[in-house]
């Protein structure tokens, strides 16, 4: 059973262009979270989707930043526009969908995207 | 707005001791903690998850304990090793339906020295 697959690992943008990482869940997870570790600083909450739904998007940007997951396909995390200060590292969790008294909510993280913007 | 504190930020051990890392948050009102592992430029690895009906978790030489009602959680590491050496972070979900997120505190780098 593959884990939360990421990609790519590594993306150096120069500033203005765009960049798109993508997130894999894990088989069977319809929850997906994105969140952002910027350089020396811990993980902070960007959004969460489920199939086809925003969640929660309290933690994007208002400008540049948007989220999807579609029906079909992993789910896409977009910035336009990139500035330096959106170098960071992205990281997806997945978690299963809420059935029954076994769901525990636990996440399960992939080995992130490492963005660079020179 | 839940807050979520590590303390202490760093620290450095010789190999063979046993330690606690803490884990505090303002709204005791959570779904469940979990503690993860990150080695440098990595993933988060989960290394327990703590419901908020139970009051601990054990994994091999680790131990999870919860005290919602102080607001606590502490992480205690046996005989440490040298590969323990990471960053220790925790995660706290607040007990919502919709809110499935989850804060994370900014860690604890732990140096476990030969």
């Known amino acids: 059973n593959a884990g939360v697959m990421q990609n790519p690992r590594h993306l150096v943008r120069r500033r203005g262009q765009e960049a798109r990482l993508r997130c894999s869940p894990m088989?069977?997870?319809?929850?997906v979270y994105w969140y952002r570790q910027l350089p020396e600083e811990g993980l902070k909450f960007m959004v969460y989707?489920?199939?086809?739904?925003?969640?929660?998007e309290s933690g994007m940007p208002k400008e540049r930043f948007s989220a999807e997951f579609p029906k079909e396909g992993p789910s896409i995390l977009r910035i336009q526009q990139v500035v330096r200060g959106d170098s960071a590292a992205y990281f997806c969790?997945?978690?299963?969908?809420?059935?029954?008294?076994?769901?525990?909510?636990?996440?399960?993280f992939g080995e992130g995207s490492r963005l660079t913007v020179l | 707005k839940q807050e979520v504190t590590q303390i202490p930020a760093a620290l450095s051990v010789p190999e063979g001791e046993n330690l606690v890392l803490n884990c505090s948050f303002t709204?005791?009102?959570?779904?469940?903690l979990q503690w993860f592992r990150q080695d440098p430029g990595k993933g988060l690895t989960s290394l327990l998850l703590?419901?908020?009906?139970?009051r601990e978790q054990t994994s091999g030489r680790l131990n999870a304990s919860l005290d919602k009602s102080s607001g606590r959680s502490t992480l205690y590491i046996a005989a440490s090793q040298p590969g323990d050496s990471a960053t220790y972070l925790c995660?706290?979900?607040?007990?919502?339906?919709?809110?499935?997120?989850?804060?994370f505190g900014d860690g604890t780098t732990l140096t476990v020295k030969p």
């Open positions: 969790a997945s978690s299963p969908p809420r059935r029954g008294r076994l769901y525990t909510g636990e996440l399960f």
């Open positions: 088989k069977g997870h319809s929850h």
């Open positions: 989707l489920q199939k086809e739904n925003i969640i929660d």
């Open positions: 709204d005791s009102a959570i779904y469940n």
């Open positions: 703590i419901q908020s009906s139970q």
């Open positions: 995660a706290v979900r607040l007990h919502n339906t919709n809110a499935g997120k989850s804060t």
